[in-house]
């Protein structure tokens, strides 16, 4: 099992070290790299064609502002690739999201909420756990524990108005 995750910028690592740490959680051999689509278009290459042939089932792609860098990935490998828009300076990560969910047919970039790197992370374990089952195990076991902590809260509202 092994995803990887891409930044465009390492001002961007405290954004996606929730990612990392749900994947590395779940025992996803994760390669992580800070390679600018703009500023190291090469190495993003070379690492993208390092994962088409050493087991990588997901790619996350981390990037704000023109967010260029999961579509770039994108064009480069079949696998799934999942954005990541990251808030910029000036439009709170609008920019970002809209430049990553207008992909041209055929190259998709399945999108996740604005800084939003767990649900990345989670929708990467998704992917794999169609492969893997003791991910899928593992998610719906999660799902089940995030059910009672939610039916227990309910059930103290529900005691304290009554």
Avoid: W
Wanted: aromatic share 2%.
């Amino acid at each position: 099992m092994r995803a990887a995750i891409i930044m465009g910028s390492v001002s961007d690592l405290e954004k996606v070290e929730p990612a990392v740490r749900i994947l590395k959680e779940y025992g996803v051999q994760t390669d992580v790299r800070c390679l600018s689509a703009h500023r190291a278009h090469a190495g993003l290459s070379e690492f993208v064609k390092e994962t088409n042939e050493n087991g990588t089932e997901v790619i996350i792609a981390a990037a704000g502002m023109a967010a260029a860098l999961p579509g770039v990935v994108a064009s480069q490998t079949v696998l799934p690739v999942i954005g990541v828009p990251l808030c910029g300076a000036a439009l709170d990560g609008m920019d970002a999201l809209l430049s990553i969910v207008q992909m041209p047919s055929g190259i998709p970039v399945a999108t996740v909420a604005i800084n939003g790197s767990k649900n990345a992370a989670y929708l990467a374990l998704q992917i794999m756990a169609v492969k893997h089952g003791e991910i899928r195990e593992r998610l719906l076991k999660e799902r089940q524990d995030m059910e009672a902590a939610a039916m227990k809260a309910n059930a103290e509202v529900i005691e304290k108005f009554q």
